[in-house]
């Protein structure tokens, strides 16, 4: 780079400070006509290094070297260059090179042997290649940036493969084989690769290339090739070598020559998908990545396997290997003629909480019979006889059950059931009345068959052969799981008064065999049946039957008792799955962890007339296994906007019901609480591990799920996946001037950063309330957004304390409209200030103090002229230096984004185009002005003198 201008852009813009030491090499000493051009080969294991040094050591003015710093040995054509002396026990080994890298350097550098002679004759350029590690392994990473990286006299050929998944299988096979280089690998070698790790060296391998790497002198001190290049024969003798040679300062008429010795080790046409033994899951964690690979396996369409992708659902129709009709069934059968309760939700003391249940609260009973009839009648007609001699009732009645506690109502009990079932009866007693999971457990411990559901006497069975058709279910789990034992599944009814909501689970004695019962004893009356579906779920071992029923008095409407929740969705779950993973580890002899995909859509919706969006983004779907609740979180008022909404989601439970997994729930409370309260809310609904944060104004791509549930795979540390949320192309002078600014850079952040400080929560994805529940969105900020998305995300790094726990996925795109439909919002600009500035005192540890800005300035210059020069011989000289305060900072914010503001501009330019240029700039430092003004008057509005100053450290 040369030039009164270039030296000017180095300086006033630098890259980094490796950049600026690299700049600053320029004005060092000048080679010397006599001195041979140094270079150095950056390069990676497995990325055709050998091949490249081969042929440069063949130029008969190159002095090549191998790895001269490889932590092992000095390797080397040459080995007695390393002599230090003509003595043959005077010579540099390892320890020696790494105790002192600077005088070895010195030594290898001038190209001659110990006693004075060149290496070649007519040797022009000497160099060694060098590897990411080398320097590392020996903390001698300080010398190699200094010597060789910083030091703009060594000139660096940069090898990379375009391929980082052939280069990491390459690795692999090395180190398995121990063949690292001059043998083929064996034909029916397979390699395992661990998806995390992958991911690590993905972002290790293109930090190295893109950015270590990097020079400001491009390309007077750095010269690029790839592997595939290097392998390609005509095209590297023809298209590269020549330039190779020029940039080396060698003869550029040398005619390539190759090492019969360089063996490729791999076999030219081999299939990754062949070579890798874990592929499935590799590619279902990849499959929407930028990596390579799969960039190149999307743009050519390939289909995908089938056998990786397969839905719970596919076997259900299978041949029954250990389930049949023939499976045995305990009904637990609690009734009671209590009517609905009163009570207020909150548990009151013992005594009073049984008083609630006594005869002053019993139904008429002949409504109790009926009830318990017609659920006798539904039971009959959807089973057969040969059916029904398999299941037995356990019939639980309170002990002062006026109705059913009674010898002659036991018999009339029995008369209403089918003949051909066993019926035993359970007492109840007081201290468990109302406590339905407790009258649960108490009743399974009765049961003696294969599978055990709880039904009560309000529900009425819709469907013939469902029996039949759970057990199927279990069977098709199975045969989907092999690694799981049979019986390790949990099959729920479809509830027609409640979709998408677990019941009526059914689960198998094996559950009871593990845990010894049915569910843990915390649980009171609430969260016992989606907590059995959960547990489940995350071994891919849960699913909706396509059978029906009617819950005709519980459900989501009041129940016949005073509702008490528990938390059981972090701690209970997370032993219980631990349990469960022990015991299938036990019985089976196998490892089985729990990666069941459980992930919730939440949506704040305030915007009406956008069914079109919100359909969208309630049909999206995965190829890839996953259990997935939309939660539309209606923050509307509105009453049509209501109707429409849930209008919207019961078509899609009704028609996607054969998804089996995905479900629509909305959730409203008649009132406009801001959009931190609506997404809290889906989040603490929410029982999955993983949320996904939508916009209701959103249009998202259709693999948006698989994208996220491949990171979830790639970064399993991870607790914040920051999406990829494109705007569409300018269309006018204002989003152009948005464009220029760069305001909305944190939209598209993914792109940039692996670990970007945060995201906007118009897409992003986020670990379940159940790991971290105290971490919420704050209702200090404004309604319509604007700093929630940033406290929220240093909430969840304060929590969990762990570097790097938030990740960019760039594969999962949505696209954003513009504001305003693209019309000037200073609104939008002002809202999004108003929230930053509240940071600053809630996180004032993420601050750090800085020279005002001119707007404060400005304020400082008129709290000066109001507390100690009042007098109007100084007035008019104040309105002077403030406006031109003013002027000078929108003149150097104008020119500052000249640049910018060009590229903005459409492909045809304006007639007048400078013109233009100027005025999409200064309209650009409008906007950042804008929120200037915006933090400063939120300042004094909260009398914060503390924030004056201060800016929040992302």
């Given at each position: 780079m040369t030039g009164v201008a270039d030296v000017y852009l180095m300086l006033s813009k630098p890259r980094s400070k490796e950049s600026r030491r690299r700049f600053a090499a320029l004005f060092q000493r000048e080679k010397k006509p006599q001195d041979l051009q140094k270079f150095v080969v950056l390069s990676w294991k497995h990325s055709g290094s050998s091949l490249l040094c081969d042929i440069l050591h063949n130029h008969p003015e190159i002095i090549m070297h191998k790895e001269l710093f490889n932590p092992i040995d000095i390797f080397t054509y040459y080995s007695t260059a390393l002599l230090r002396n003509e003595s043959s026990d005077n010579k540099w080994n390892y320890l020696s090179r790494d105790l002192w890298p600077q005088l070895f350097l010195d030594h290898i550098w001038p190209g001659r042997y110990a006693d004075g002679t060149k290496i070649k004759s007519n040797g022009k350029a000497i160099g060694f290649k060098s590897f990411p590690e080398h320097w590392k392994d020996t903390d001698n990473e300080g010398v190699w940036k200094d010597l060789i990286l910083d030091d703009f006299q060594v000139k660096k050929i940069i090898l990379s493969r375009d391929c980082e998944l052939s280069t990491y299988v390459s690795m692999?096979?090395?180190?398995?084989?121990?063949?690292?280089?001059?043998?083929?690998?064996?034909?029916?070698?397979?390699?395992?690769?661990?998806?995390?790790?992958?991911?690590?060296?993905?972002?290790?391998?293109?930090?190295?290339?893109?950015?270590k790497y990097k020079s400001p002198l491009y390309p007077q001190d750095s010269f690029h090739v790839t592997c595939e290049q290097l392998v390609d024969k005509d095209v590297f003798n023809n298209e590269i070598a020549p330039k190779l040679w020029g940039f080396l300062g060698v003869d550029d008429a040398f005619q390539v020559r190759r090492l019969k010795e360089t063996v490729r080790q791999s076999q030219e046409d081999e299939r990754l998908d062949v070579v890798i033994s874990n592929w499935h899951a590799l590619e279902r964690a990849f499959r929407h990545s930028d990596v390579s690979y799969f960039k190149n396996r999307r743009k050519l369409k390939l289909s995908q396997d089938t056998s990786s992708t397969v839905s719970i659902t596919d076997r259900t129709n299978s041949s029954l290997s250990q389930g049949s009709s023939d499976g045995t069934w305990s009904i637990l059968l609690p009734i009671c003629s209590r009517i609905a309760s009163k009570a207020t939700p909150v548990l009151p003391p013992a005594d009073e909480y049984t008083n609630q249940y006594t005869s002053n609260n019993t139904?008429?009973?002949?409504?109790?019979?009926?009830?318990?009839?017609?659920?006798?009648?539904?039971?009959?007609?959807?089973?057969?006889?040969?059916?029904?001699?398999?299941?037995?009732?356990?019939?639980?009645?309170?002990?002062?059950?006026?109705?059913?506690?009674?010898?002659?109502?036991?018999?009339?009990?029995?008369?209403?059931?089918?003949?051909?079932?066993?019926?035993?009866?359970?007492?109840?007693?007081?201290?468990?009345?109302?406590?339905?999971?407790?009258?649960?457990?108490?009743?399974?411990?009765?049961?003696?068959?294969?599978?055990?559901?709880?039904?009560?006497?309000?529900?009425?069975?819709?469907?013939?052969?469902?029996?039949?058709?759970?057990?199927?279910?279990?069977?098709?789990?199975?045969?989907?799981?092999?690694?799981?034992?049979?019986?390790?599944?949990?099959?729920?009814?479809?509830?027609?008064?409640?979709?998408?909501?677990?019941?009526?689970?059914?689960?198998?004695?094996?559950?009871?065999?593990?845990?010894?019962?049915?569910?843990?004893?915390?649980?009171?009356?609430?969260?016992?049946?989606?907590?059995?579906?959960?547990?489940?779920?995350?071994?891919?071992a849960s699913k909706f039957a396509s059978v029906k029923l009617k819950n005709t008095l519980g459900g989501d409407s009041s129940a016949r008792y005073s509702k008490?929740?528990?938390?059981?969705?972090?701690?209970?779950?997370?032993?219980?799955?631990?349990?469960?993973?022990?015991?299938?580890?036990?019985?089976?002899?196998?490892?089985?962890?729990?990666?069941?995909?459980?992930?919730?859509?939440?949506?704040?919706?305030?915007?009406?007339?956008?069914?079109?969006?919100?359909?969208?983004?309630?049909?999206?779907?995965?190829?890839?296994?996953?259990?997935?609740?939309?939660?539309?979180?209606?923050?509307?008022?509105?009453?049509?906007?209501?109707?429409?909404?849930?209008?919207?989601?019961?078509e899609a439970n009704k028609s996607t019901f054969k998804d089996n997994n995905y479900f629509v729930n909305v959730v409203h409370y008649n009132e406009n609480r801001g959009a931190s309260y609506a997404r809290n809310t889906g989040y603490n609904y929410s029982t999955a591990d993983w949320v996904i944060f939508l916009d209701d104004d959103i249009v998202p791509e259709p693999h948006l799920l698989e994208a996220y549930?491949?990171?979830?795979?790639?970064?399993?540390?991870?607790?914040?996946?920051?999406?990829?949320t494109e705007l569409p192309e300018p269309m006018n002078n204002w989003t152009r001037m948005l464009k220029t600014s760069n305001v909305m850079f944190f939209f598209g952040i993914s792109k940039h950063y692996i670990h970007p400080p945060w995201g906007v929560t118009a897409n992003i994805?986020?670990?379940?309330?159940?790991?971290?529940?105290?971490?919420?969105?704050?209702?200090?900020?404004?309604?319509?957004?604007?700093?929630?998305?940033?406290?929220?995300?240093?909430?969840?790094?304060?929590?969990?304390?762990?570097?790097?726990?938030?990740?960019?996925?760039?594969?999962?795109?949505?696209?954003?409209?513009?504001?305003?439909?693209?019309?000037?919002?200073?609104?939008?600009?002002?809202?999004?200030?108003?929230?930053?500035?509240?940071?600053?005192?809630?996180?004032?540890?993420?601050?750090?103090?800085?020279?005002?800005?001119?707007?404060?300035?400005?304020?400082?210059?008129?709290?000066?002229?109001?507390?100690?020069?009042?007098?109007?011989?100084?007035?008019?000289?104040?309105?002077?230096?403030?406006?031109?305060?003013?002027?000078?900072?929108?003149?150097?914010?104008?020119?500052?984004?000249?640049?910018?503001?060009?590229?903005?501009?459409?492909?045809?330019k304006p007639t007048f185009a400078f013109a233009h240029i100027l005025f999409l700039a200064f309209g650009a430092s409008t906007v950042i002005s804008a929120q200037e003004v915006t933090r400063l008057l939120c300042i004094f509005k909260r009398h914060s003198l503390f924030s004056f100053g201060r800016r929040v450290d992302w």
């Open positions: 692999r096979r090395a180190e398995v084989t121990g063949n690292y280089l001059g043998t083929p690998y064996p034909n029916d070698l397979k390699i395992h690769v661990d998806v995390s790790a992958f991911q690590a060296f993905v972002n290790h391998y293109r930090f190295t290339f893109q950015r139904e008429q009973p002949d409504v109790c019979w009926e009830r318990l009839s017609q659920f006798a009648a539904s039971f009959a007609e959807t089973t057969s006889a040969k059916d029904r001699e398999n299941v037995e009732f356990i019939v639980g009645i309170d002990e002062d059950d006026d109705v059913f506690n009674t010898i002659d109502a036991n018999q009339r009990i029995r008369k209403i059931l089918p003949i051909e079932v066993k019926v035993v009866f359970e007492s109840i007693p007081p201290k468990m009345y109302g406590k339905v999971c407790q009258i649960w457990n108490r009743l399974s411990q009765r049961a003696n068959r294969d599978f055990i559901v709880l039904f009560g006497d309000d529900i009425l069975l819709l469907d013939n052969g469902w029996k039949r058709n759970i057990e199927e279910c279990f069977t098709a789990i199975q045969s989907n799981n092999p690694d799981l034992p049979f019986g390790a599944a949990c099959v729920a009814f479809n509830d027609i008064s409640f979709r998408g909501f677990p019941t009526f689970p059914v689960i198998h004695r094996f559950h009871m065999k593990v845990f010894g019962r049915l569910l843990p004893k915390q649980f009171v009356n609430q969260g016992g049946d989606p907590f059995l579906f959960e547990l489940y779920s995350r071994f891919n008490h929740e528990i938390n059981w969705k972090g701690q209970v779950l997370r032993l219980s799955i631990e349990i469960l993973t022990e015991r299938i580890k036990t019985l089976n002899q196998v490892n089985v962890a729990p990666t069941g995909v459980c992930l919730d859509i939440v949506i704040p919706s305030y915007r009406t007339n956008n069914s079109v969006i919100l359909k969208r983004i309630i049909n999206l779907r995965s190829t890839l296994r996953a259990y997935v609740k939309f939660w539309i979180v209606v923050d509307n008022p509105d009453k049509e906007h209501l109707h429409e909404v849930k209008g919207l989601a019961e549930i491949g990171s979830i795979f790639r970064y399993p540390l991870a607790k914040v996946m920051v999406g990829m994805m986020v670990k379940g309330s159940r790991y971290n529940h105290s971490v919420q969105f704050k209702h200090l900020y404004p309604k319509t957004g604007g700093g929630e998305d940033i406290d929220f995300i240093f909430q969840m790094k304060s929590f969990h304390k762990l570097d790097g726990c938030v990740v960019g996925v760039p594969g999962a795109t949505v696209m954003h409209p513009w504001w305003n439909n693209s019309n000037v919002c200073y609104n939008q600009i002002w809202g999004w200030a108003n929230g930053d500035s509240q940071l600053i005192t809630e996180w004032p540890g993420k601050t750090y103090l800085t020279l005002p800005n001119w707007v404060e300035s400005m304020a400082l210059l008129g709290i000066t002229y109001l507390f100690f020069l009042r007098k109007a011989l100084y007035l008019i000289p104040l309105l002077q230096t403030c406006t031109c305060i003013a002027l000078v900072d929108h003149l150097i914010k104008t020119f500052a984004y000249y640049g910018s503001a060009a590229n903005a501009l459409p492909t045809k």
